[in-house]
Structures are given as structure tokens and as C-alpha cells.
């Protein structure tokens, strides 16, 4: 395990009551974001994004599947996230911890939640056949605030994937013949199309040590952090999804900073998101 | 396997247009990662890797420690969505004997004797997959571990030859792969040609396997000269003084 | 050494024949050729062929002084990581306090930062430092940072010009551990400022005249080099 000297806390402690942090950066201000869309020719739509040092890799697989009972015309999603030892020297090999559950919960979430992918354009056959979207995502250089870099990577592979009608051309022919619905879904999407989409909420995340309060932590700012919020909002400045985390509290007044200040920051990662994906 | 896909056609080209005993493309970058002690960034054809390395470091639990020597645990991974069919995310039983075999053939170039009771942690993580991960995982392994600093005999390299409709060729694409003969993925140390793994699928006879193993050491060398480049070209760059 | 050529070399580069030269640091002999095992610069004294590490973990030597980052309190001693594959092990005898057994929380916690001397490092790798020499003891306020252990010589600086360069314009109590952790006291600001250097002095270690660059850096205002 790597270990943090008290002194480190100590000295960003004492920066934080001048109103600096240890990087130069100003509380409301993220770091470098970058974002690179289509690396990949296997997963349907793919990302990779850098916050910082921090380095997240998203795929998209979109494959045929049969919806739920509850939802017989609803297309499915679900989101998966490793913390690979890549990433860390602290992350261990093995099944999924606590940590990594609930990265994937918040950012699946985020993108359930807000509705963004349009599901209920995702049927080929009620009951029958819907198409399911695989969210997986692969941490592979961990230098704080994983849910912002990991939910941004998310929503670029999500703008960069595609219906991969012109793989599954042989199941979806298998299928047109059995179902007169799919034939006619084949005829009015003849070969590959972007994933329906809907306006995007962006996450950002703050954190709170020795009562002052800055987003986007990078590691060492997370590793002494007492309290963190994310929060996503979307392009009106509406929140659409919270989480609070670590055993410290927030004043009624500090989440209206936080929220305040991820509207601010959520305007400038939708453009970068926007940019990136020639949108 | 039986198909109608001919994979060489009469003048010795294959699918992809390239000649019997050509690589795929090759791409190494060197020092790619922030955390990870050493790492690197390889694209071979269509495969796109990404390797790192942490240690020497106390093994744990300590059960696992050798007392005269450092342990290597080399882990490959696909993601998710390095396939055409997403792959449920964590280990199966074939990327568990492929960390096996690669751990094994890195400990071969490795002073290991240097670090007893450590461990050298050596990630793969396949982010797209076209025919032939597992050597272009250990080359990138390789580069990751030069680029950590780690005491080596080698810089170890990896390549594969098969055969297809009948020919010996050198480092087998997808279709050369899905409807081949026969598949040959070998690993060198190429400063001492000694083989460090090898593994074989399909059917050789001693003759073709003679050539294909020629064959995949050429390749191997070539390469090893990729990854030389690469290290020396991250580490040579002194910035200019203005 | 600064204006002679920097030749970098890899593992497995053949460096020269076993006949005639002996083979140092960072290299191997096989049938009588002298080979790199390592990432690292050439450097050939007296008839030895060395490599210098560009990357790699701290080799601990007896008698180097280190900061350690103490791990474990445990009943007569502490485990202290100091960057090395292995921690060190600290016993109640070498520091300049009396500890009662069973009382070693009271003087060192997990999470502690103490200035150490390498005490012993034995044919099985064992580690085992000392606060028993001058100027040792628990660190107390500043900041610790982090360089690569092989460009430690590099920021000392020939006869500890840069280091000297860094304490003059910034006013800092500056300490290197020769495990790459460096311990910086003064002013927040100046802090900043130290870092900043450091870091400029890892990214261009192998450059010429970084000096001279580096100086005019440290002139400079903290919130213009930012």
C-alpha cells in the first residue's frame, strides 16, 4: 500500500487556507481535460479521456438481445467498471470491490437516469429483440476524481458508437425472417447509425478537507479528502443525479456552492465533450 | 477448418495484401502512463495493447515470496469490448494460461536473483483484438519492463507464423487466424535466439514447422529493432537548449 | 562530465568485450561481452564499463541518508517504506530516544516522515535503517516530493550547485534523500516554487545547460512559472 505522510495533509491543509492548491489551480478550476474519440474498431463506439494524469478508456458493444418482461419495448443498458491493476499500484486483480461497484453504479446512473440513451428507439421486436448497449470501463492510470473522467469517457464512446447493423447482418436477416417488424426496421435503417441520443448531464465532483472546497481533486487532494460530492447536470443547469461520499458533511451552504460550481465547469466540459465528437 | 475464403491468391498475396512473410504494422510508444512504473502503448495491426509495470516490490500475500528470487505475475486482460461479442469483464481460463506462459517467459530475461522475496507485476490489457494479443502483449511487456528499469538479460519479443491454405506465412491477420492451418506464437530472447515460449495449434509438418519457426524468429527480430527504436527514441530526446 | 556526450543505452546492448575492461554497475558478462542490463546512461571510469539507471527503484547502500514514510509501529521497531522493493526495518535502538517496549506509537505513527541513514542492507536484501547521526529526526511541517532516484545526482548538482542555486532563491530548508524523496521547508509560495523546479529538472535531467535555465526560473515570480 502506498502510504500518505501527515505531512502532506498538513501542508495542503495550510495551502487551502490561503486559497491555494498544491498544483496552482484555482478551487472551482479542473484540470487539463483531453478526449479522443473512435480508437477502437471492435467495440461499437469507444473514448479515451484524460483529466490530469488520470486516464480512463470506454467501450461501447451494442449486440441483439431480448428486452425485460417489465419493459418488452425498451432496449437495455449496463455498466461495468474495472479498477486493473494497471492503474494503481494499489488496485488489486480480482472481482470488482466496493470502490469499482459503486464508480459503475454512479456512472450508469448518470446515463440511465437522465435518459440520454433514447431506449425506447432501441426495439426490433416487442418482447422479442431489443438491442442492449454494454457500457464497460477501463480505468488504466488513476490520479483522482475517477467518477467525472470515467463518466465523461462513457459519454464520448456513447456519441462515437454506432448500430452495428452492417456486423449483425446475418442475425438481424435471421430475425426479418421471423418478425415482419425487423424487415421493416432493416428498410428504414439499411446500414450502420449513431446511437440515439439525448442532450448529456455532466458530472463533476468536488471534495472538502479542512473546510474548504475544490472540484476535481487530484489524488493527493483526494487521499486527505473528509467529504465528497458529484454532481451532474445537464444543459439547462438542472441537476440530474447526485452522490455524496467519504464520512465528512457538507453545510447546506457548501452543496449550493458545489452545485453552483458544476453548472460553471459542466458548460465547459459539454463544449470540450461537443468538440471532440465534431458535434 | 474448412472455408471457401482463399486466403493466398496464385501470386503469394494474402487478404491484406501483404507478402508471405511481411508483418502487420507495428506502433510503440514508451512511457505512457503516469502511476505505473514502466508502461507502453503498442499497436500491432489491428490489436491495440497496453502494458505497465509495478515493482520490484515486496510479493503479497507472503506466502507467494521466494526467498532467493523476485516472482513475476504477469496479467492479461481483455476488455469488454476488445471483441466483436463483448467478453464478460474478469479472468477465464484462457487468459489465465496465457498470463502463465508470458509470466514464465519474462522470467527467463529477468535478473530475478537481484530481488528476492519480490514481486514484478506486469499488466496487459488488450483494448482491441485482431488475431495475435498474446505476442504483441508480451512485446509490449517488454518495452513496460525496460521502461521500469528493471534488471534484464533481453528485451524479450514475440511473434507468430501459421500456416494458410498450404503456405507458411508470417504473423497471421484475423481471417489467416479463423480459417489457417495451423498457428505458431513464439517468443525469443533475440540477443541469444533462445526460445522463451512457444505454443502451436493446427497441424505442421516438421518441414513447415522448420520454415515457420524461421519464420517467426525473423519477425521477432523485426520487432525487436520496433521496440529498441521506440526506448531509445522516448530516452534519447534530451530537450534542446534554447 | 556535463558537456561530454550522454549515451543512453538499453538492456541486452552490447557495451564492449569482457578483455580489457571490467564490467561495473548496471552491466553482465557472457561469453567474455560486457551487456547492458538496464535502461541507463554509459559511463566508462578506469577501465570500467558502468551503467547508470534512468528509472528504476531505489537500490539502497549503506550509509546513504534517506526520508522513509513509516508504515507499521510494532512492539520493539518500525516498518518504514523509504522507495526501495523492500521496507526497512527501524529498531528502537537507533533512535535517539528511550523507548519502552510496547510505547513505539508514542514516538513514530504510520504515516510519519523521518531524515534516516541506511544501516544495513544483508545478502538477503533486508533493509535496516538508523536516526542514530546528526541531523537526523522525525520531519515536522514543510513538504515531500518525489524525483527519480537515478536523477537525484542531477538535482544535488555538480558539488550541489543546484541544490545550492534552489536554497539561495527561495530561502527553502532543503533536504534530498538519496531515495528520491526530497523534504521542503518555507514559505507556501516558495514551496510551490522548489516543486516547480524539481519537476522542470526531471523532465529535462539530460539536457545541457539546465543550470543556467533553471536559475532564471527560480528569478521569476511563483504565479508566472505556474
Not at chain 1, 495533509?9 to 489551480?25: F, I, N, P, T
Not at chain 1, 417489465?70 to 480480482?94: C, K, Q, R, W, Y
Not at chain 3, 522493493?85 to 514516538?107: M, S
Not at chain 3, 521542503?184 to 539536457?207: C, P, T
Request: proline share 5%.
Amino acid at each position: 500500500m502506498t502510504i500518505t505522510p501527515s505531512i502532506k495533509r498538513d501542508y495542503l491543509s495550510k495551502l487551502a487556507e490561503q486559497g491555494k492548491r498544491a498544483d496552482g489551480r484555482t478551487f472551482n478550476e479542473f484540470r487539463k481535460i483531453e478526449i479522443e474519440t473512435g480508437l477502437f474498431s471492435k467495440a461499437e463506439g469507444s473514448a479515451r479521456v484524460k483529466i490530469g494524469n488520470t486516464q480512463v478508456v470506454a467501450g461501447i458493444k451494442i449486440l441483439i438481445g431480448t428486452p425485460y418482461p417489465d419493459t418488452p419495448e425498451s432496449g437495455v443498458m449496463t455498466t461495468a467498471a474495472e479498477l486493473i491493476p494497471m492503474a494503481s499500484p494499489d488496485f488489486e486483480a480480482g472481482p470488482p470491490r466496493e470502490k469499482a461497484i459503486e464508480l459503475a453504479r454512479v456512472v450508469d446512473r448518470g446515463i440511465r437516469e437522465s435518459k440520454i440513451i433514447e431506449v425506447d428507439k432501441l426495439c426490433l421486436e416487442p418482447g422479442e429483440a431489443i438491442w442492449m448497449v454494454f457500457i464497460d470501463i477501463h480505468i488504466i492510470d488513476f490520479d483522482g476524481n475517477l467518477f467525472d473522467t470515467s463518466s465523461l469517457a462513457a459519454l464520448a464512446a456513447l456519441h462515437n458508437a454506432v448500430i452495428p447493423i452492417e456486423r449483425l447482418r446475418p442475425d438481424l436477416e435471421k430475425l426479418q425472417e421471423k418478425f415482419p417488424s425487423v424487415k421493416k426496421y432493416l428498410e428504414e435503417h439499411p446500414t450502420d447509425y449513431p446511437l440515439p441520443l439525448q442532450e448529456p448531464p455532466i458530472s463533476c465532483t468536488s471534495v472538502k478537507y479542512n473546510n474548504a472546497i475544490m472540484i476535481d481533486p487530484a489524488l493527493d487532494e483526494e487521499e486527505i479528502a473528509e467529504a465528497r460530492l458529484t454532481v451532474a447536470t445537464d444543459k439547462n443547469g438542472d441537476i440530474r443525479a447526485m452522490q455524496k461520499g467519504l464520512n465528512g458533511s457538507f453545510t447546506v451552504e457548501e452543496i449550493k456552492k458545489v452545485i453552483k460550481d458544476s453548472i460553471d465547469n459542466g458548460i465547459k466540459i459539454r463544449e470540450e465533450l461537443y468538440k471532440s465528437v465534431g458535434k | 477448418m474448412e472455408s471457401d475464403i482463399k486466403l493466398i491468391d496464385d501470386n503469394g498475396k494474402r487478404l491484406d495484401g501483404r507478402a508471405p512473410d511481411e508483418l502487420r504494422k507495428i506502433k510503440i510508444e514508451v512511457g505512457v502512463l503516469h502511476r505505473a512504473e514502466g508502461s507502453c502503448y503498442l499497436e500491432w495491426g489491428e490489436n491495440k495493447v497496453m502494458a505497465a509495470v509495478y515493482g520490484p516490490r515486496e510479493a503479497l500475500p507472503r506466502h507467494t515470496q521466494n526467498p532467493l528470487r523476485a516472482i513475476v505475475n504477469a496479467r492479461y486482460n481483455m476488455a469488454a469490448f476488445s471483441v466483436d461479442d463483448r467478453k464478460r469483464p474478469g479472468p477465464d481460463r484462457r487468459s489465465r494460461e496465457i498470463s502463465k506462459v508470458i509470466s514464465e517467459a519474462l522470467e527467463k530475461v529477468i535478473l530475478l536473483e537481484k530481488f528476492p522475496r519480490a514481486s514484478i507485476d506486469v499488466n496487459i490489457e488488450v483494448l482491441n483484438a485482431e488475431a495475435g494479443t498474446r505476442c504483441a502483449g508480451l512485446t509490449a511487456a517488454g518495452v513496460a519492463l525496460a521502461d521500469a528499469g528493471i534488471p534484464l538479460k533481453d528485451i524479450p519479443v514475440a511473434c507468430a507464423a501459421g500456416k494458410i491454405d498450404g503456405h507458411v506465412v508470417l504473423d497471421l491477420g484475423k481471417e489467416e487466424d479463423n480459417f489457417g492451418d495451423a498457428d505458431l506464437p513464439v517468443a525469443i530472447s533475440p540477443r541469444t535466439n533462445e526460445i522463451l515460449l512457444l505454443q502451436m495449434d493446427g497441424h505442421l509438418t516438421v518441414e513447415e514447422f522448420d520454415k515457420a519457426l524461421e519464420m517467426a524468429i525473423n519477425g521477432c527480430h523485426i520487432a525487436s529493432d520496433i521496440q529498441k527504436k521506440a526506448i531509445m527514441d522516448k530516452y534519447q530526446s534530451a530537450p534542446e537548449v534554447k | 562530465m556535463s558537456q561530454e556526450k550522454r549515451e543512453i543505452v538499453i538492456p541486452s546492448q552490447l557495451l564492449g568485450d569482457a578483455e580489457g575492461n571490467k564490467a561495473g554497475r548496471g552491466t553482465f558478462i557472457e561469453n567474455g561481452k560486457i551487456y547492458s542490463e538496464m535502461l541507463g546512461i554509459l559511463s566508462k571510469r578506469s577501465n570500467y564499463i558502468n551503467v547508470i539507471p534512468l528509472k528504476g527503484r531505489y537500490d539502497a547502500i549503506e550509509g546513504d541518508f534517506v526520508i522513509g514514510i513509516v508504515r507499521e509501529a510494532m512492539a520493539s521497531s518500525w516498518l518504514v517504506d523509504i522507495n526501495a522493493p523492500y521496507p526497512a526495518l527501524l529498531h528502537v535502538n537507533e533512535v535517539p530516544w528511550d523507548v519502552d517496549f510496547g510505547e513505539t506509537e508514542k514516538y513514530l505513527n504510520h504515516g510519519d516522515s523521518v531524515m534516516a541513514k541506511i544501516l544495513e542492507v544483508n545478502v538477503e536484501k533486508k533493509l535496516q535503517i538508523t536516526l542514530k547521526d546528526r541531523n537526523l529526526y522525525k520531519i515536522r511541517g514543510g513538504h515531500i516530493t518525489y524525483i527519480e532516484p537515478s536523477k537525484v545526482p542531477r538535482l544535488i548538482g555538480k558539488k550541489g550547485s543546484m541544490i545550492s542555486l534552489l536554497k539561495k532563491y527561495t530561502r527553502c530548508r532543503i533536504f534530498v534523500g538519496q531515495n528520491g524523496r526530497i523534504w521542503i521547508d518555507g514559505d507556501e509560495d516558495d514551496i510551490a516554487k522548489v516543486i516547480y523546479a524539481i519537476r522542470k529538472i526531471e523532465e529535462e535531467s539530460l539536457a545541457f545547460g539546465l543550470t543556467n535555465r533553471i536559475e532564471e526560473l527560480l528569478k521569476k515570480d511563483i504565479k508566472d512559472v505556474q
